[in-house]
């Protein structure tokens, strides 16, 4: 995964503060974090210190890995900035080309995407494989992935994570979309190899989903 922020120095220990991997997290991030954002698995290691958001006295954030999490003093609500999508606002033609199947594939490099769907709880199974000379992939290289609505272009899933004991190389993952509306909707999974500075293979596969 691409961590959203990146990390700075390390600070001393405070008190009142929990210390984690090197920066203090005040104690109602810690606690909201652990029950309920699934831990620090999802909000990855804390990345800088508690501050106002750009002079906000109203609102205090602080990022982690993968989010930033914010709390609003006037209305008492923890909120996350919207990382993921500012990113791929900003590098959607470098990281997401919208490719057909045809692209050409550099020598050695190998990719292959798998996508289902179970109707009854409007869930996708994504499944994408990469190989290297029949190897795993060099470590500068870069999976990235993206599920897209074919009407609106709106990217539903631009990370899938693994699930269950695969092998090298594989990822699976059970992709929920119960926020979709009743109808048909169209979904294409695409999934590219970056390495070298250069998109190096593409392969895509799609589905219908029919939710009633």
Known sequence: PMALNTPTPPEAPLNDNFYYHGHNVPRPFQKYIVNRLGGW???GDPTGTFSYDNGNTNVACQAFANLTLCYNYTTGAFFLK???ENFLNQHRDELFPFLPTSHPKAPGFMVYTSLSVTPSDATL????????NNGPLPLDAKLVTQIIDTTTRHPYYTTIKSSGELPDGVLKSDLSLEALAPGAHNFIFQACIFADGQLQACAEERVQLIRH
Do not use: E, N, R, Y
């Not at 199974?125 to 290297?132: E, L």
């Open 82 to 84: 919207p990382l993921g």
């Open 125 to 132: 199974h994504a499944i994408v494989g990469t190989t290297f």
């Open 41 to 43: 698995t999802c909000a």
